[in-house]
Structure formats: structure tokens, C-alpha cells
């Protein structure tokens, strides 16, 4: 801290958009998925995101907007 440093809360700087939003509309870290994994990232399929969290997935695409992925598939 005294080289100028701070500590964030990581949940908060690693998910936005509307990755982000549906998975605080899910209940965040005390939705289903839990805690965030990664940050959001581009998914195979072009046009695609993805982020993990400890208990599943969000995709989002373009047109269909975000989706979460989880359990037994």
C-alpha cells in the first residue's frame, strides 16, 4: 500500500456486461453458480463469450442473449 497498491474485490473486476448482469440477476456469489473462475472470455464459436464460475458456465451470444449452463447435463 505504501508503493501506491490497492486490493479490490475481485468479483466485482471480473465480471460485467451482460455476463455479468445475468449472473447477479441469478443471485451472484449465492447463486448456483457461485464465485466467478475466469473472466470472461471469447468462446469457441465466433461471436460467442463465455465465463466460468465454481458451479457451472454463462454463454452470451448476439441475439440470444445470456445463458447459464449447470448441474447434470
Known amino acids: ?10 468479483y466485482r473486476s ?3 456486461g451482460a455476463i455479468g ?15 466467478p473462475r475466469t473472466e470472461e472470455r471469447v468462446a469457441t464459436t465466433a461471436g460467442t463469450a463465455v465465463q466460468w464460475f465454481a458451479g457451472g458456465r454463462v454463454y452470451w451470444r448476439e ?6 449452463v449447470h448441474g447434470a447435463i
Open 63 to 68: 441475439g440470444t442473449g445470456a445463458h447459464e
Open 1 to 10: 500500500r505504501g508503493m501506491g497498491y490497492g486490493f479490490t474485490d475481485p
Open 14 to 16: 471480473v465480471t460485467r
Open 21 to 35: 448482469l445475468h449472473w447477479a440477476a441469478l443471485g451472484g456469489r449465492g447463486s448456483v453458480l457461485g464465485v
